[in-house]
């Protein structure tokens, strides 16, 4: 496989030139240091390190995946190393609080680096990924005594954390969890009780690993509302902080999975484990949610980082790959046939690919520079629009560019033709690392609930409207510009049948509760599409503006996003077509054959 290179380029198109990243920076208190020179260096510096260090490992991690021995894993070779390069580099703790011991950068800067390691290394990169979410947690509801014992070196990356949510018989049902926390006299609980699908939940990259559990007070309520979050260390922390004695809880075993095998998926059996109650007693599950929703954007990634790795892989090869000529003549009269990339139809994959990843990059850093207004000291109005922007379009993004990410991981397999099945080129690693990212966090029809049921239906269309009404602004700002005419005018248009339709499935669950369920999920990739289509929207007109300057020097490259637009409106926005017939066919025919009338 080609080596991997960060696509740094488009990454700055993305941040210095459409969502123009460091003016926005400058005016939230405590970011206005980060301009572009800061901004670029970080980029660069990032880039070095995971080509160098984290993408040769990719394959390795595959092929010797992890180790378990008697409750002890070992990580795939070179990956422990590779880890204490980047806590030596400061990469752990690059948008955390300098009062623990990080550099106090936007959170959209951590965001920005693990885009880089995914793509490079997903097994790998998950490791360091999920310490944000234990550190977000306890950030936001720990005590101050518990954020002075974990916060330290969860921001320097001494220790990893986890989260710690899915047992053998529940797995989206929370409700249904048994592990049960028992008062100790010294305020401490016992926590019993066995965890499955624990991403890095056992590992030889840091001393100690630090899990966010989900447990039950005896006197709990049934259900959801009975649940209550713990801090449950592998060592206990001593009085100065450093590690103690082993906590009562073990790895008793390591999944063997279909992809990602550079990450240990562990069982953990926690045997009277020492825990530590993080938030109010049996508010358990509000508390995780935000590891929850940061794991979300973390899993939006993902999608990316797939999408990005098989259009990178799939366009060295078609470069290169010879195979038959081209049916308009031929392209390279010097060799015996011309390079795939000629043929429509490997054309076809490569700008689905190309299409997919540069559009869901935008997609990701917008929401990651909400999270940024959300974190900062912004006015409540200001943060409490970009907190219902990301309440929104969050679902849309785990769900859509994982959905979306598989597709382009496949068409890598299928450019690369019978290589692309064989192990050396990496396309069908990519495939099955990519699978997972379905399933992780929610599956995609959890999203779609969340989406229809909650942020849409729940407010009443609010949160809807106030994103549409963005749309529209933009829109309005551009209808002058007759080179984004058509653009324009195909963007309302889904925007005004968005509003209908919603307004169409609201009604019918009026009267049949099923409608939700049943028009979920092609709802969401019906948005996700309209999403990415605002997203080149915004990449045409900076294009444009672009090649308007008297100093342009960079043609070829806003010339390809102007193509690419206009491929995704002409071939990827249309599949909101069919998405709509399958939303206005309702219910019925899904839920007509009773269940026992199901058989083979």
């Not at 974990?150 to 899915?166: R, S």
């Not at 248009?493 to 009267?511: F, K, L, P, S, V």
């Not at 020097?553 to 998405?579: C, G, M, V």
């Amino acid at each position: 496989m080609a080596d991997f290179k960060v696509p740094l380029r488009d990454i700055r198109f993305s941040l210095h030139e459409v969502l123009d990243y460091t003016t926005k920076c400058e005016s939230l208190t405590g970011y206005e240091e980060v301009g572009s020179d800061l901004l670029d260096a970080v980029l660069e510096e990032a880039a070095k390190f995971v080509e160098q260090e984290l993408a040769p490992l990719n394959a390795i991690g595959d092929q010797q995946g992890c180790s378990w021995n008697d409750g002890v894993v070992s990580t795939p070779e070179g990956f422990k190393e590779a880890y204490a390069k980047y806590v030596d580099g400061g990469w752990a703790g690059l948008s955390a609080d300098p009062e623990f011991g990080g550099q106090g950068l936007p959170p959209s800067m951590a965001t920005l680096v693990s885009e880089m390691a995914g793509t490079a290394n997903w097994a790998w990169a998950m490791y360091p990924g999920l310490s944000h979410g234990a550190h977000n947690t306890i950030t936001a509801h720990g005590t101050d005594q518990q954020k002075q014992t974990y916060l330290g070196p969860l921001t320097t990356g001494e220790w990893t954390g986890t989260m710690c949510l899915t047992e053998p018989h529940c797995g989206t049902d929370l409700g249904l969890l048994r592990t049960r926390a028992e008062p100790n006299e010294d305020g401490s609980y016992a926590l019993h009780g066995t965890k499955i699908f624990i991403s890095a939940g056992e590992h030889d990259m840091t001393d100690n690993i630090v899990h966010i559990v989900l447990a039950r007070l005896p006197d709990a309520p049934k259900g959801t509302r009975g649940i209550s979050l713990f801090i449950v260390p592998k060592f206990l922390p001593k009085a100065d902080g450093t590690v103690g004695a082993r906590n009562g809880v073990a790895c008793g075993s390591i999944e063997h999975k279909m992809g990602i095998h550079g990450n240990a998926t562990c069982v953990l059996n926690f045997d009277g484990a020492t825990g530590y109650l993080i938030g109010p007693p049996n508010r358990g599950l509000n508390c995780m949610f935000t590891f929850m929703n940061t794991a979300r954007l973390g899993t939006a990634l993902q999608g990316l980082a797939h999408a990005e790795a098989g259009f990178q892989g799939s366009l060295d090869y078609a470069r290169e790959r010879l195979q038959m000529r081209s049916s308009s003549g031929r392209k390279n009269p010097d060799k015996p046939a011309d390079p795939i990339i000629v043929h429509p139809d490997v054309r076809r994959m490569l700008l689905i690919q190309k299409a997919l990843a540069e559009g869901g990059r935008l997609f990701v850093h917008s929401l990651a520079m909400d999270v940024d207004i959300v974190e900062s000291d912004a006015s409540d109005e200001i943060k409490g629009r970009a907190d219902q922007r990301l309440a929104l379009l969050t679902p849309i993004a785990k769900a859509f560019l994982t959905e979306t990410g598989f597709e382009s991981a496949n068409h890598g397999i299928q450019i690369f033709g019978g290589h692309g099945f064989i192990q050396e080129w990496g396309m069908e690693q990519n495939v099955r690392d990519c699978r997972i990212s379905m399933l992780y966090e929610g599956t995609t029809g959890i999203q779609a609930l969340d989406l229809l049921g909650r942020k849409v239906i729940g407010s009443q269309g609010g949160l809807l409207r106030q994103f549409i009404t963005e749309i529209t602004d933009f829109c309005d700002h551009h209808k002058g510009d007759r080179n984004m005419a058509n653009t324009i005018a195909t963007l309302k248009t889904h925007c005004d049948e968005w509003e209908h339709i919603t307004t169409q499935i609201t009604m019918r669950a009026m009267t049949d509760a099923d409608e939700v369920g049943a028009a979920s999920v092609d709802y969401l990739m019906y948005s996700g599409y309209i999403v990415l289509a605002y997203m080149w929207a915004m990449a045409q007109a900076t294009a444009l503006n672009a090649l308007a300057s008297d100093n342009c020097t960079e043609e070829d490259f806003y010339q390809a996003k102007i193509a690419t637009a206009k491929f995704y409106y002409d071939r990827l926005l249309p599949r909101t077509r069919s998405l709509v017939a399958t939303m206005e066919a309702g219910a019925d025919s899904l839920m007509a054959l009773d269940a026992e009338h199901f058989s083979f």
